[in-house]
């Protein structure tokens, strides 16, 4: 066949103009199923919306067989292959949901040949009647979708996974693509290492999403906050609003609602039916906003969302850009705004304390809020921060370079000396430790910095301690904004399912004056803080 230009036309590129009706390859698309159509394994890191997908459809069209996709999204399955049907490709799945006539149809139509691609999810590969089921089909590849998930999960689902390596053991002909959109370097070598795939070359695409405004600004009051980021600045615009509880979700809809704003709640608590059409409906409509938990929008591919707030904190940097990457995947500009708070911070942590992990799961989850708190907290670029995170620092000598579209690019925060602040609210925390070994939280030692008599300080007898009255000079907002940042910084950390707050190594050197502690200065709120002290 012969392309517009008069040149050859590529199988692939065929494909990719008479199946899937597009033009070109988009960034390294093009190479990875050059690549793995050739039989080479891939591992490929590249961000949500930037067009996994093609990576390991076109190939599986264009070798002979059927490529196998695990993916754990189960859910997402059937719409997957409803919409390869739609295009004329003959896919299938196998999975839990389908009942046992249909998953004989399924399994006759892959031996016969006649599936160009069969989605399973991971936990049927441990069957050994899945293993030679393939066994007796002809396969053109596996991908992996989802690969993260290899890294990610404890170890219930390691079992899964780990069928996954012995993939390349039985079938050590068929190349293996595994995808995700998480590529800190520590998942990266983990997906490498758990799935052998030492010997694949990395397609390592760029995370940045330049059309992406990234803000993070301290909550106070966080549902009016919405409702003015909303109305200032993407009013009639589609957009998800993500909560951490369904109790949240629920009444931040409402209120969106009676303000006037178009809103429906999503939540794992609601009735498929309701689900499925408040989704249907923010796919189809043009301004509606949903307000959901994280459970929305795995596999949502609806090109102009045009902003993602968060009112909670994510749990993890990758979360974080996971979710405010569904915003703007048109290129057009969109906002991820998050309001965040000292709450929670402590909230997570307890969380985290209380929660079932184990020890280095709690580790690990520990450590995936910090650097969601130090990006919160920092005075540089957002983006470039991000982008770090991942990997992918600024090209060398750019590393002061602004991307000019996050807050702290567009007007640069401004720091202050709070290292005697610091002192006053490290003291408490050794005054308090030091108080017949009861511990408590932040709300007790602001309570205490500002001289209030509340019902806890009374009963612990905290009015008597020299430290009580002495933060005068900072509001209630102030002294949480200062515990923040302490915490951010580690020179504070939150412990046990009460939110405890603790000294950590390196408080001591502030206390002992040898450190300074640089804050950096919250914008002024709308409102006149409250709370200036008394007492
Ligand atoms: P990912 O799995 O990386 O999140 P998808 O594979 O779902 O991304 O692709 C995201 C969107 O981009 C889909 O709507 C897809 O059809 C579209 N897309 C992918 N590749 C191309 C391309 N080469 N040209 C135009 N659109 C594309
Ligand atoms: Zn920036």
Redesign the pocket.
């Known amino acids: 066949a012969e392309g517009a230009g008069g040149a050859p036309e590529s199988d692939a590129l065929r494909v ?1 103009r008479r199946v ?1 009706g ?5 960034g390294r ?1 093009g190479e990875v199923i050059e690549h793995v159509t050739r039989g080479g394994d891939a591992v490929v890191l ?9 990576c390991y459809q076109i190939p599986s069209l264009v070798r002979s067989g059927t490529g196998v996709v695990i993916s754990p999204l189960i859910a997402l399955m059937q719409d997957q292959v409803d919409a390869l049907r739609a295009l004329g490709v003959r896919a299938g799945f196998i999975n839990s949901t389908l009942d046992f006539e249909e998953r004989r149809v399924m399994e006759a139509e892959f031996l016969a040949g006649e599936l160009d691609l069969l989605y399973l999810a991971p936990e049927r590969l441990r069957l050994e009647a899945t293993t030679a089921l393939l066994e007796r089909g002809k396969i053109s590849l596996f991908a992996i979708d989802e690969a993260h998930c290899v890294a990610q999960w404890g170890h219930d689902f390691r079992p899964d996974y780990l069928s996954l390596s012995l993939l390349r053991e039985r079938w050590p002909d068929v190349p293996r693509v595994a995808l995700t ?1 998480t590529a800190t370097r520590a998942t990266h070598r983990e997906i490498t290492e758990r799935l052998g795939l030492t010997e694949a070359r990395d397609f390592v695409a760029s995370f940045d999403r330049p059309n992406i405004q990234y803000r993070i600004v301290p909550k106070r009051d966080p549902k009016k906050q919405l409702l003015r980021f909303l109305k200032d600045e993407h009013e009639g615009d589609a957009g998800i609003v993500y909560c951490l509880s369904r109790n949240s979700v629920e009444r931040t809809a409402e209120f969106l609602c009676r303000n006037g704003v178009e809103a429906v709640p999503y939540h794992a608590g609601l009735d498929a039916g309701t689900r499925a059409a408040h989704q249907s409906r923010f796919l189809r409509e043009e301004g509606l906003v949903v307000v959901a938990t994280i459970a929305f929008g795995m596999g949502i ?1 609806k ?1 102009d969302v045009r902003f993602v707030a968060h009112l909670d904190l994510p749990k993890s940097v990758e979360g974080y850009y996971q979710e405010t990457g569904r915003a703007g ?1 048109d290129g057009l500009p969109s906002t991820a705004w998050l309001a965040y708070g000292l709450q929670d911070v402590v909230q997570q942590r307890k969380l985290i304390e209380g929660g079932e992990g184990d020890a280095a799961f709690q580790r690990r989850a520990r450590a995936h809020l910090d650097a969601m708190l130090s990006l919160c907290e920092t005075v540089s670029c957002r983006r470039g921060q991000l982008l770090a995170y991942f990997g992918q620092a600024p090209e060398e000598g750019a590393a002061e370079t602004a991307c000019g579209n996050c807050d702290t690019c567009l007007t640069p925060p401004e720091s202050w000396d709070g290292t005697v602040p610091a002192q006053k609210v490290l003291s408490t925390v050794v005054r308090l430790k030091n108080e017949r070994g009861q511990k408590f939280g932040s709300g007790q030692i602001v309570d205490i910095l500002l001289g209030r008599r509340s019902a806890k300080v009374i009963q612990f007898d905290h009015d008597a301690l020299k430290v009580f009255g002495i933060g005068s000079e900072l509001g209630e907002a102030e002294w949480r904004g200062v515990v923040r940042q302490l915490l951010a910084q580690d020179l504070l950390e939150i412990e046990g399912e009460h939110g405890t707050l603790v000294l950590t190594e390196a408080s001591a050197d502030v206390l002992r004056g040898e450190r300074e502690v640089h804050m950096r200065k919250d914008p002024a709120p709308v409102a006149k803080p409250s709370g200036s002290a008394t007492g």
């Open positions: 990719l899937f597009y033009d070109a390859f988009r698309q590249m961000p949500t919306g930037g067009g996994k997908s093609l959109a591919d090109p995947r």
